[in-house]
């Protein structure tokens, strides 16, 4: 086994985020790192697309949940990126950080990170 770690890194993507209730009424930026890995020896011996995980996959159904999502935690917003990406049988491991920059005064972002790793 080859295990190979993808990164997404800085996702940035607008939903609707927050316990407070005006905050339940217009979109807010967050933003997301993931990283996952899983057994790549047949892609790197093939090369090819259908071998591996494709990551542009990954991030397209990622905005698909985020921009439809209504959380009031960002740890339940990560939650469900990570059941999304760990949905994928081929994921090994994979760690979700959902970031909400500016939920804090005098503070740059909060954040939220989960991990999930695939029982053998």
């Given at each position: ?6 990164r ?27 990283t ?16 591996t ?13 985020v ?7 960002i ?9 999304l ?35 053998p």
């Amino acid at each position: 086994m080859q295990p190979v770690i993808i990164r997404i890194t800085d996702l940035l993507l607008r939903t609707i985020i927050g316990g407070n209730e005006w905050e339940q009424e217009a979109q807010q930026e967050v933003v997301i790192n993931i990283t996952y890995s899983f057994d790549a020896e047949k892609a790197l011996q093939s090369d090819a697309m259908e071998d591996t995980v494709d990551y542009k996959l990954i991030k397209k159904r990622i905005i698909e949940i985020v921009e439809h999502s209504s959380c009031r935690l960002i740890e339940t917003l990560a939650n469900r990126i990570l059941s999304l990406i760990m949905d994928d049988s081929r994921i090994l491991t994979a760690t979700v950080r959902v970031d909400k920059p500016g939920a804090l005064r005098f503070a740059k972002t909060v954040s939220a990170e989960l991990s999930s790793r695939r029982n053998p």
